[in-house]
């Protein structure tokens, strides 16, 4: 009742059926709920005003050495060289057939030489190897002897030739195995007082092989010269002739290639030995075939590849990661020549040359 002092204020004032339910998660506006937004807090990297370093100017970290790269790169050219030396070998490697012949009651030689694979037409390089012994004990250094043959040039031997003499009066004559080249001087030089002295013993006509002079060392000891062509070739060749170093009268002699009178015909070479080796009965023969001359450019072209592959090699394995292989290298191609070049120059230093 209103106005009665006695009534108590009332407690609370109750909205709903439960004054304790708990705050509505969500408004309903018709049929949709609203979900109520979460703070999501986001943020990026800024690279302003942040200097970086180049990774190609810090200190590389130091690695374990690795031994097996290193060593397998230390053999690589080594193992490279010897497959090059085998390609080389294989290339120039040539086949070759030998025999014996007697020479007939004419002191001639006939050897088959198309018997034995010789043709030179087939644009390989052949070459005829002979030998033979005699019982001439006037030539010196022996008595065996050896002559080339081969489809560029003649049949000729090498050999020491007595060629001359000095006599007692200074006087000296010579017998050249060669004519000297027309307008070529024949000279022989000798020592006296302790100075070197020339003798002029003619001139050449490209014909004549006979010379004579006077001469006027105490002994035997000088040695002479003149210029040749051999067999009509343009090249010109230089005969060298010296004394036997002994009292006079003393010998003189040349040493050089012999050309022996020979005819090829149908594969067939025939020839006569000089009189000298004319007690020679019996001649061998080995004939060597098969090498192509197309195969000079590869050849020579294998080493220069060779360099460049271990130069590659060595950069290649670097850049793929591969730095010990390429040390190891490094290590074969440079540093070991290096080394070995500086012993040989202090040995030579130390020893003399």
Same mark, same amino acid.
């Given at each position: 009742m209103v106005g009665d002092s006695d009534s108590a204020p009332p407690a609370s004032i109750v909205i709903g059926n439960d004054a304790d339910s708990a705050p509505p998660a969500s408004i309903t506006i018709g049929n949709d709920a609203v979900s109520i937004p979460q703070t999501v807090f986001s943020a990026s990297v800024s690279t302003e005003n942040i200097a970086f370093s180049d990774s190609s100017l810090m200190m590389p970290a130091k690695g374990k050495m690795m031994k097996k790269q290193f060593f397998l790169g230390l053999l690589f050219p080594l193992i490279v060289s010897i497959l090059f030396a !085998?390609?080389?070998e294989s290339l120039t490697e040539s086949d070759y057939q030998d025999g014996t012949f007697e020479s007939n009651e004419q002191g001639e030689f006939s050897i088959d030489l198309?018997?034995?694979?010789?043709?030179c037409d087939d644009g390989s390089y052949y070459e005829a190897n002979l030998n033979w012994n005699t019982n001439n004990t006037s030539i010196p250094h022996g008595s065996y002897f050896e002559a080339y043959y081969d489809c560029m040039g003649d049949l000729?031997?090498?050999?020491n030739e007595n060629i001359g003499t000095i006599h007692e009066n200074g006087s000296i004559e010579l017998d050249l195995l060669y004519p000297p080249v027309d307008g070529?001087?024949? !000279? +022989?030089h000798y020592w006296k007082d302790g100075n070197s002295r020339t003798a002029l013993l003619g001139q050449g006509d490209g014909v004549n092989t006979t010379f004579s002079g006077n001469v006027d060392p105490d002994y035997c000891d000088g040695d002479g010269d003149y210029r040749y062509s051999l067999g009509g070739s343009s090249n010109d060749n230089y005969g060298w002739f010296s004394t036997n170093g002994g009292p006079r009268p003393c010998s003189i002699w040349e040493s050089g290639d012999i050309i022996i009178d020979s005819e090829l015909e149908d594969g067939v070479l025939t020839f006569k030995l000089p009189d000298t080796h004319s007690s020679a009965k019996e001649i061998n023969i080995k004939i060597y075939s098969g090498y192509d001359s197309s195969t000079d450019f590869i050849i020579g072209v294998l080493p220069f590849l060779g360099c460049l592959g271990f130069i590659g090699a060595g950069v290649g394995a670097y850049m793929s990661g591969y730095k010990w292989f390429a040390y190891g290298v490094g290590a074969s191609v440079i540093v070991l020549p290096a080394?070995? +070049?500086?012993? +040989?120059?202090?040995?030579?230093?130390?020893?003399? +040359?």
């Open positions: !085998i390609s080389i198309a018997e034995l694979g010789w043709n000729r031997y090498y050999t070529y001087d024949v !000279i +022989f080394v070995l +070049f500086v012993v +040989f120059i202090a040995a030579l230093m130390t020893y003399g +040359f």
